[in-house]
């Protein structure tokens, strides 16, 4: 059977929500540029302003000095699980499981390409923003060793927030939207936590990480449903008249 994109009524009967053009494609996109753009300069900004950084720096330290043992073991899971490496196979692992479920190859790539582009670009800002990450010597029980990379923004919380607003809209129209929203709250906080938690980010790179997140999905899925996949129905059918 085939179909248009451009139709709402009859796509939101085939297609998953992660699909549907969105209303206000424009104001997507335009929130999503100006999300990149307001995470990246205050990045550059924070590696100047000791005094924020020495409030952050208070946080995790407050977080460091109460240190709960199962507390520890399970926010350094968190980290270990949503590493590069994990990260990478988490997606694959349900990439192909929401193609199993869907037999739609386009809602399991969309799904693919929504974390990738998302996530991995946050890498290239982490690299020219080079913001230290917190100092181990400066916490009572720090994560050690310490990572290697730069602290702003956190890879691991954009991957997760990347996750939790891609399967909310992948649960649009369903009764399962309210669930994936209520998870997608859950898993950022608890993640944002575990990062804070073991001091391996400051509370600012958690936030703005989540921004980016929270910007970028939107952006990314409004250009990809209202004006990538519709062009690409519109040649299909036209190879079949």
Known sequence: MRYSV??????RRVLPGMLWPLRQPVVAIVLGVVAVAV?????FL????????????????????????????????IYTAFSPVEAIAITAVLTVIIFLVGRNWR?????????????????????????PRP???ALADPFLPTPPDPS???GHMVFAASLAFTFIFMARGTR??????????????????ALMY?????????????????????AFLAIWDNYVVPRTYRKQDALAA
């Open 6 to 11: 451009n139709a709402p009524g009859h796509a």
């Open 176 to 193: 399962a939207m309210p669930w994936a929203i209520l998870g997608g709250i859950v898993g950022i906080v608890v993640v944002a936590f």
């Open 198 to 218: 073991l001091g391996v980010h400051y509370p600012t790179d958690v936030a703005a990480s989540i921004l980016w997140s929270a910007g970028t999905v939107p």
């Open 107 to 131: 809602a399991a790539g969309t799904f693919a390409l929504t974390i990738a582009i998302t996530w991995l670009p946050s890498d290239v800002l982490k690299i020219l923003v080079d913001r």
């Open 152 to 154: 702003y923004p956190s």
């Open 46 to 77: 924070l590696v100047k302003k000791d005094a924020v950084t020495q409030w952050d720096l208070s946080v995790n330290q407050w977080l460091s000095d109460h240190h709960v043992s199962f507390l520890t073991t399970i926010a350094h899971g």
């Open 39 to 43: 995470v990246s300069a205050a990045g």
């Open 135 to 137: 100092l181990a010597s």
